[in-house]
């Protein structure tokens, strides 16, 4: 690997100095979590300007390849764990397979009166009651995923007796009250967690995460489970693939 630059060369000096760092993440010299470099010493050790050098760190932040902290400087990206819908396949199913060792907490299961959000969700009267539950997925002991469910009270009775966290709930809510999954309606967006998903997440407030929104139906049509997952954006990406 060189880590020199060639001048005379056609290729230009910023995709020079891109394949340079991208050679030494690949190669391990600089580890996931390393601080590299800053943009004074890159300059001086490869004579380009600061804007040149900015433009290829941000190309490569943009990429996922680095991370840059406010006032501690820029560092190589964490392998990322890669995962599919939990709609498809869970997510403790998925961590497991990969070697990780998953532990899942169980933060809040309690009746009561769903949010006007939750209640349009799931298509419920004005009296409806939901079963909340809130639980904490940790992988090798870090904070992972803040995953977020609601059951129409009526379809689900007595749904606090059952084991939602030693059992998926999608095999408690089908071996128990007949709700097989039939349709998910979709959704996956980019947010910033709040001063409570911060704290159980282990992250700073405002820090990058990825929510999924999921509405699962039976073969009726009948909207059983609204469900809200919070991946820590630093560790977690999602996979879709599409056969056409």
Request: aromatic residues 6%.
């Amino acid at each position: 690997m060189t880590d020199a630059l060639e001048r005379d060369s056609a290729v230009p000096l910023y995709q020079q100095l891109e394949e340079i760092l991208v050679g030494k993440i690949s190669a391990g010299v600089w580890a996931p979590g390393q601080r590299i470099p800053s943009e004074n010493e890159l300059n001086r050790t490869y004579g380009l300007s600061r804007m040149t050098v900015r433009g290829v760190l941000s190309k490569l932040t943009a990429d996922g390849l680095l991370v840059r902290v406010p006032g501690k400087g820029t560092f190589v990206s964490s392998t990322k764990i890669s995962a599919v819908s939990p709609a498809y396949k869970g997510i403790r199913e998925q961590l497991e397979a990969q070697g990780y060792d998953t532990s899942t907490e169980l933060l809040y299961l309690e009746m009561t009166d769903p949010s006007p959000r939750v209640r349009e969700k799931l298509r419920l009267g004005a009296v409806d009651k939901v079963y909340a539950i809130v639980r904490l997925r940790k992988a090798n002991g870090e904070p992972l995923s803040l995953h977020r469910s609601f059951i129409p009270a009526a379809l689900a009775p007595a749904l606090e007796t059952h084991d939602v966290v030693g059992e998926q709930l999608c095999v408690v809510l089908e071996g128990h009250y007949g709700l097989p999954m039939k349709t998910v309606e979709e959704s996956l967006e980019a947010v910033a967690v709040d001063t409570t998903e911060a704290k159980q997440l282990g992250l700073r407030r405002g820090d990058p995460a990825l929510l999924l929104t999921d509405i699962i139906s039976d073969r009726r049509g009948l909207a059983f489970e609204y469900s809200s997952i919070v991946f820590r954006g630093d560790t977690m990406q999602l996979k879709f693939d599409y056969q056409l």
